[in-house]
């Protein structure tokens, strides 16, 4: 062999292996950017597989809070019942990764989704019948500076996911201890009157999802919603990730009945949330999760409430007690309920921190109280 031929073959050989290994990288880059791009589009359908079943309706009743809805509205406004065909199980319009806007005042969120919503915060899509009915609950006092930043963001959020859908305020009178679990109680009795919405979603009105493919549809089991806030940096490792249930849950009213609602008796920051993942456990239920990477939120910042340093004593205490403390036992009156433009107010006297014994129990009491 010529020395000549086997320098050119060396060569080839050389050329051959750049050529192949620039080859490799391309390909290599294309299939993570198609992974990348399908990424979406991949969980997306996951997120459908776990939905429960569905059969579409065919003819528009235009869904629950409608009649509440129309009670209201004017006579131009009034709906023409109409054939439509039942909206897609992907909504078309949705973006995915949003923005959220911070500090939008009420009278600016009305000025902008006024045409799109009806009077108490009704709204269905027009062009398709609706897959689900959601009911959003919004346990609320005080925080007026939250409330249009919460109404611009979601209304947006819900109608591309082409839910029938009504937004629900309810706060509480008086000055006590803010007891977050009441007023969802209160949400959920009150909203059903109007609906039966197929799902309630229990959101509180700081937490914003930053993915609108995280769908407010209905689940078989209770679905917690804020699995990654911005105020934990979207950490979902933290120790209490498991049994985290609080900022923003969905639930149909089969679960919310199953586990009696929320606990009466969390007065003060904290523990009603655990409660009811608890409750949750007692029935036999799991909570369900969607991906950190769509089940995101953008916590909005605010004053501390006063904790409850109770909860951790109250909560102990709560095995079998869903039975008889809950929606069962709950005694409130709603001393105004007003149709705003994007929301519906309810304000209630739902009690004071003062009848509930175990709110104001010292630890010794509280040890004392519980080995009777
Ligand atoms: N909330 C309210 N006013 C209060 C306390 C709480 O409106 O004075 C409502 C509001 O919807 C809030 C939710 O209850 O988002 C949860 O309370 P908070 O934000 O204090 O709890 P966090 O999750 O921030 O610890
Ligand atoms: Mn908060």
């Given at each position: 062999m010529g020395v000549g031929r086997c320098m050119r073959?060396?060569?080839?050989?050389?050329?051959?292996?750049?050529?192949?290994?620039?080859?490799?990288?391309?390909?290599?880059?294309?299939?993570?950017?198609?992974?990348?791009?399908?990424?979406?589009?991949?969980?997306?359908?996951?997120?459908?597989?776990?939905?429960?079943?569905?059969?579409?309706?065919?003819?528009?009743?235009?869904?629950?809070?409608?009649?509440?809805?129309?009670?209201?509205?004017t006579s131009e406004d009034s709906v023409t019942r109409r054939v439509l065909p039942g909206c897609p199980s992907t909504p078309?319009?949705?973006r995915g990764k949003l923005e959220v806007e911070e500090n939008v005042s009420v009278s600016e969120a009305e000025a902008r989704h006024g045409l799109g919503?009806?009077?108490?915060?009704?709204?269905?899509?027009?062009?398709?019948?609706a897959r689900w009915s959601v009911a959003i609950i919004v346990p609320y006092r005080d925080r007026q500076y939250q409330v249009g930043t919460f109404l611009n963001h979601m209304h947006s959020f819900l109608q591309r996911q082409q839910l029938n859908y009504s937004i629900y305020l309810i706060e509480q009178?008086?000055?006590?201890?803010?007891?977050?679990?009441?007023?969802?109680?209160?949400g959920f009795l009150e909203s059903r009157k109007e609906g039966p919405w197929d799902c309630y979603a229990f959101h509180d009105v700081d937490m914003l999802p930053e993915n609108d493919y995280h769908l407010y549809h209905c689940s078989a089991q209770p679905r917690h919603l804020a699995v990654a806030?911005?105020?934990?940096?979207?950490?979902?490792?933290?120790?209490?990730?498991?049994?985290?249930?609080?900022?923003?849950?969905?639930?149909?009213?089969a679960h919310v009945r199953k586990v009696n609602g929320w606990s009466n008796i969390y007065w003060g920051w904290g523990g009603e949330d655990d409660d009811m993942w608890r409750r949750i456990a007692f029935a036999d239920m799991s909570v369900w999760r969607?991906?950190?990477?769509?089940?995101?939120?953008?916590?909005?910042?605010?004053?501390?409430?006063?904790?409850?340093?109770?909860?951790?004593?109250?909560?102990?205490?709560?095995t079998g007690r869903y039975h008889t403390d809950g929606l069962n036992s709950i005694n409130y009156t709603v001393k105004a309920f007003t149709r705003h433009p994007l929301y519906t107010h309810i304000l209630a006297d739902i009690g004071s921190s003062?009848?509930?014994s175990l709110t104001h129990l010292s630890t010794s009491e509280m040890h004392r109280e519980s080995s009777q």
């Open positions: 073959g060396y060569l080839v050989r050389l050329a051959l292996t750049w050529e192949a290994k620039a080859c490799l990288l391309l390909s290599a880059t294309v299939v993570l950017l198609l992974c990348v791009l399908q990424r979406d589009q991949t969980h997306l359908q996951l997120l459908h597989v776990s939905d429960v079943p569905r059969e579409l309706p065919q003819v528009s009743t235009e869904g629950a809070g409608v009649e509440a809805s129309m009670r209201e509205s078309p319009h949705l919503v009806r009077p108490g915060g009704f709204s269905w899509p027009l062009h398709c019948v009178e008086g000055t006590d201890l803010f007891n977050r679990a009441r007023l969802l109680n209160v806030t911005s105020n934990t940096k979207y950490r979902t490792y933290n120790f209490k990730y498991y049994t985290y249930y609080g900022g923003a849950c969905l639930m149909t009213e969607y991906p950190s990477h769509y089940a995101r939120y953008k916590t909005l910042q605010h004053k501390p409430q006063p904790v409850n340093n109770n909860r951790y004593q109250i909560l102990e205490r709560n003062w009848n509930n």
